[in-house]
């Protein structure tokens, strides 16, 4: 018991990482640096991991490459324009306009390392959260 009351007891904190907020943001930066890597490397690819059965019926963890779809577009003039996504909602942070002009690729991964910083300093939040649509409520009946 002597060893217990040397130590400091405190309340229990609140855990921040059930906030939907920071998992929403979190989300979409992983989407963004994933568009950061195609667009500085066109062979480009995210590893995932997926169980696979032999021809002997036993399992093995195996590595596959899994599609990154490309978020930009270039026009016939040589313009590039990026399109943000939210699964697979299209996120417009204004109202009225759904991409951003970038002008010529090459500046490409500067406006995508300008949409990561602003996404994790909470500037697209709302943009998400109206992507994301309303929350459904699942009534169950009680038995």
Known sequence: MSALKSLNFVAVPKSTSSDPKLAR?????T???QQLGLAKDENFYVRRQKWVTQEDGTKQLVDRPKRVK????????????????????ILSPTPD????GVGEKVKLVGVLEAVIEATKSG???VAIETAQGPKRIIKRKAA
């Not at 943001?25 to 930066?29: C, D, S």
């Open 25 to 29: 943001r979190a989300k979409l930066v």
């Open 31 to 33: 989407q963004l640096e």
């Open 70 to 89: 490309r978020w930009w577009r270039v026009d016939g003039s040589g313009n590039c324009y990026l399109i943000l996504r939210y699964g697979n909602k």
């Open 97 to 100: 306009k759904g991409a951003i």
């Open 123 to 125: 500037e697209l939040d």
